[in-house]
């Protein structure tokens, strides 16, 4: 069993910078591949990026390639995502989720999910 709790997002303006947090519980964080989806308005939930247990593998969406970053701390049992040069079209509520996959990027490979936390992009 694995327990998500997102924080740090914001309002902030195009341009800007975020970093969520994503705080975990659970004796398997360490070895449980984890990922962030995002879902505007309106919108199906998106995969956004994902890391691997070890951290050593990361994959994004083409859409925040270059922008955001995926890390985590294993001791900490927390994953990030930073996100630079956030644009309008960012907006949404974001949420961490665990797999037991090495790194996936379909919202069906993931066991448990945060309750999110919303990003909002001013222009």
């Known amino acids: 069993q694995v327990q998500l709790v997102e924080s740090g997002g914001g309002l902030v303006q195009a341009g800007g910078s975020l970093r969520l947090s994503c705080a975990a519980s659970?004796?398997?964080?360490?070895?449980?591949?984890m990922g962030w989806f995002r879902q505007a308005p309106g919108k199906e939930r998106e995969f956004v990026a994902a890391?691997?247990?070890?951290?050593?593998?990361?994959y994004y969406a083409d859409s925040v390639k270059g922008r955001f970053t995926i890390s985590r701390d294993n001791a900490k049992n927390t994953v990030y995502l930073q996100m630079n040069s956030l644009k309008p079209e960012d907006t949404a509520v974001y949420y961490c989720?665990?797999?037991?996959?090495?790194?996936?990027?379909?919202?069906?490979?993931?066991?448990?999910w945060g309750q999110g936390t919303q990003v909002t992009v001013s222009s």
């Open positions: 890391i691997s247990w070890s951290g050593t593998s990361t």
């Open positions: 989720a665990a797999t037991r996959s090495y790194l996936a990027d379909y919202t069906h490979d993931y066991t448990y």
């Open positions: 659970g004796r398997t964080f360490s070895t449980t591949g």
